[in-house]
């Protein structure tokens, strides 16, 4: 009879060969647990948000060839039409800065039509910040003063506060106007928008957390001694593993978690589970393992092993490996 799923975490700088994988389901088993595969997210490959950029950018060239042919009202139709597609979709990395170039082209136009474009352009020095004046321009002053702004992130335990397209921290000081604000939780954006700034501000914004048992919500999990396995702070996860090489050759550290609390750790000699035909099988990463790079419990680059049930059948078909190292 099958045990529960249990969900482990590899901490090692290669995948484990046969033996220690055949002695790592003997422990799962002994312990009443089947390992099993981590609770999947959604992907999220930025294909679709490549291609809003991609479009916004065409549209700006589009609004500079009709400035340069000089049809400024079809160049103001571009330009409005850009900015509608930022405010319907910021979850772009670069939204500030493409705001920020519709909002100088719109100041060329109205400087050329006679009007006052200061507020176009103090618009787009908020979001990135004052260019170098061109060749017989006329340097502008900066924005006069800025204003704190904490931003305050509840749910998710970890992430990355960005502040128009620039990593930042939660609490930092921001000129005064409308900025773009992204939360990034794992690999994905999970919260954006546009907001104001025009005093000392407070931003909250909720952010669920990494779903149990996913990758996300065991990283960080390492050892402190040969004895002691550490698991990440707030995990969820109600029961998982964690393994890494031993300190000699031919053993493995492993231990039991429950949620944010683990078991002893455990030294297993795994020699006793080797073949009996004596034939050594080639080492490569084995058809069960979706293999990420980490950077947790051991000197070179971690690795998270993470276990599919049934993975060790002999009959299993050709080997599906997946890395999912990809950055933001």
Request: charged share 25%; proline share 5%.
């Amino acid at each position: 009879m099958a045990g529960a799923a249990l969900v482990l975490v590899w901490l090692g700088a290669a995948a484990p060969d046969a033996r220690a994988r055949t002695a790592l389901e003997t422990w799962a088993k002994e312990k009443q647990y089947a390992l099993e595969a981590p609770a999947a997210e959604p992907a999220d490959t930025g294909e679709a948000a490549r291609a809003l950029a991609d479009r916004c950018d065409r549209d700006l060239d589009q609004a500079r060839d009709q400035l340069n042919a000089g049809d400024d009202a079809g160049a103001r139709r571009t330009l409005a039409a850009v900015e509608q597609t930022l405010r319907d979709h910021p979850e772009l990395p670069q939204a500030a800065w493409l705001m920020a170039e519709r909002c100088r082209l719109e100041g060329s136009i109205a400087q050329r039509a006679g009007q006052d474009p200061t507020l176009w352009l103090e618009r787009a020095d908020v979001l990135e910040g004052p260019r170098a004046p061109a060749f017989g321009e006329t340097a502008r002053a900066p924005a006069e003063g800025s204003v704190a702004v904490a931003v305050v992130v509840h749910g998710a335990r970890a992430h990355e506060t960005y502040w128009d397209g620039v990593k930042a921290g939660d609490r930092l000081s921001a000129a005064r106007g409308e900025h773009h604000l992204a939360i990034v939780r794992g690999k994905r954006v999970a919260w954006s928008g546009w907001v104001s700034t025009l005093t000392e501000a407070k931003y909250d914004v909720w952010v669920p957390d990494a779903a149990p048992c996913s990758a996300e919500d065991l990283e960080g999990a390492s050892f402190a001694s040969d004895t002691e396995a550490r698991a990440p702070s707030g995990v969820r996860c109600g029961a998982w593993g964690v393994a890494a090489p031993g300190a000699r050759r031919g053993t493995l550290r492993v231990a039991l978690c429950r949620e944010a609390t683990c078991e002893p750790a455990s030294t297993w000699a795994y020699e006793v589970f080797s073949a009996s035909s004596g034939v050594p099988e080639k080492k490569r990463f084995p058809a069960w393992a979706a293999w990420t790079l980490g950077g947790v419990g051991v000197a070179a680059a971690a690795s998270l092993i993470l276990w599919q049930a049934g993975a060790f059948d002999k009959t299993g078909s050709s080997q599906r490996v997946v890395f999912d190292g990809r950055g933001l």
